[in-house]
């Protein structure tokens, strides 16, 4: 018995919508990889520290900013003079529509004053969820 030719094209999918969700799901996660791999694109070497906790995720909007040898800020992956550091905060603070937590990474062999002015900066802004990435001993 055949079937009529109506239920035939019935019972064909047409793929092309799902190719297309597909493949705007892998560029999604591949754009979205190489972003979190630049926040911490610059490498610096961290302090150590005996007593330190996890800090654990949190519903927050993250901001990291690493503080290099040199004195040099970034803000993610870009470089920000210290005296625009503050609207930047600002902006991010503003924009970002969860409270804003600020990750300081700061090489180990920086100086203190240099490091306390971007937490100075980060206290002008109204940013007081602060925290320091460190290695344990």
């Known amino acids: 018995m055949k079937t009529p030719a109506f239920r035939r094209a ?4 047409n793929l092309t919508p799902m190719i297309d969700v597909v493949f705007l799901l ?6 979205s990889g190489s972003m979190t791999r630049q926040e911490e694109a610059r ?7 005996a007593g330190g906790e996890e800090v ?3 519903e927050t909007g993250k901001l990291v900013i690493t ?3 040199d004195g040099a800020v970034c803000v993610g992956s870009q470089v920000v003079p210290l ?3 503050k609207e930047r905060l600002l902006r991010e603070r503003e924009a970002s529509v969860l409270p804003l937590e600020v990750r300081v990474r700061a090489d180990r062999s ?4 240099q490091a306390e002015s971007v937490l100075l900066l980060c206290a002008e802004a109204g940013i007081s969820d602060l925290s320091f990435s460190v290695l344990p001993k």
Request: negative net charge; glycine residues 4%.
């Open 43 to 49: 490498p610096v070497p961290l302090p150590t520290a």
């Open 10 to 13: 019935a019972i064909a999918a």
């Open 26 to 31: 892998i560029i999604f996660f591949v754009v």
């Open 110 to 113: 920086l100086p203190w004053p």
């Open 83 to 85: 005296d625009e550091l």
């Open 67 to 69: 503080i290099g040898e």
């Open 56 to 58: 654990e995720s949190r």
